[in-house]
């Protein structure tokens, strides 16, 4: 167990509706970072926040937005949803921002878009 | 811009046997990081190994070890003693963002480990 907890585990929805995934990070890790899962694009860097702020865009679409909140937690909303939207969504965290810091995972959410 | 090539998808070892996983890197940084992911069946990415890249020596991690190659802009995995437990997908991946943290990873090698 890394210590990051994702929910939900699983989504089921249909196009052109709008999911909200949550993380909330280890205890005491301020750097929170999303990544998206397809088998055709691989893991891609989506967002990282650091201590409510955001830090680095990676490749995130105008549909997906992403905040951290005072207690660290952090919501990735997906709106508009397509078919190709579906893939396993990634929170991570790590104490620092940046250099060779361990990301520690959250086991994902699972996405799928009918 | 950063990539990572992990040229091949999948691999097999037999048990006990050692097995290298192949990966190539491109950054425009001098300092970066890399490291190796598995993600097992339940999904989970854990950290195996990391390589800080001003360091010379490969770093080790118990059956775990590295062969990088600053010049070649190569970081391959060993795993020696393998165990069926380390059937998993292997990423490769790179840090080159300073104090921001864009990791980049490869497409992944999927091993299985024959019994």
């Known amino acids: 167990d890394s210590g990051v907890t994702q929910t939900p585990k699983h989504l089921i929805t249909a196009t052109g509706q709008r999911v909200t995934l949550r993380c909330s990070p280890r205890s005491g890790d301020l750097s929170v970072y999303w990544y998206q899962q397809s088998l055709d694009q691989g893991l891609q860097f989506l967002i990282q926040?650091?201590?409510?702020?955001?830090?680095a865009k990676g490749n995130i679409l105008e549909r997906f937005s992403a905040q951290q909140f005072p207690d660290l937690h952090s919501e990735l909303n997906l709106s508009s949803l397509e078919l190709g939207d579906s893939a396993l969504y990634f929170c991570?965290?790590?104490?620092?921002?940046?250099?060779?810091?361990?990301?520690?995972f959250g086991e994902g959410s699972r996405l799928t878009v009918l | 811009a950063q990539t990572v090539t992990q040229s091949q998808p999948e691999m097999s070892v037999q048990e006990a046997e050692t097995v290298t996983l192949s990966c190539t890197y491109d950054?425009?940084?001098?300092?970066?990081?890399l490291f190796w992911y598995k993600q097992p069946p339940s999904r989970q990415m854990i950290l195996v190994i990391r390589?800080?890249?001003?360091?010379?020596q490969n770093a080790t991690e118990n059956r775990f070890s590295v062969n990088f190659q600053k010049a070649a802009k190569s970081f391959s995995l060993k795993i020696s003693d393998s165990q069926l437990g380390d059937a998993a997908m292997y990423f490769c991946a790179l840090n080159s963002g300073g104090s921001n943290y864009k990791l980049t990873f490869g497409k992944g090698t999927l091993l299985t480990v024959n019994p």
């Open positions: 390589q800080e890249a001003y360091k010379q």
């Open positions: 991570a965290s790590s104490v620092i921002s940046g250099g060779a810091g361990e990301l520690f």
């Open positions: 950054t425009s940084e001098s300092d970066y990081y």
């Open positions: 926040y650091y201590n409510g702020e955001e830090r």
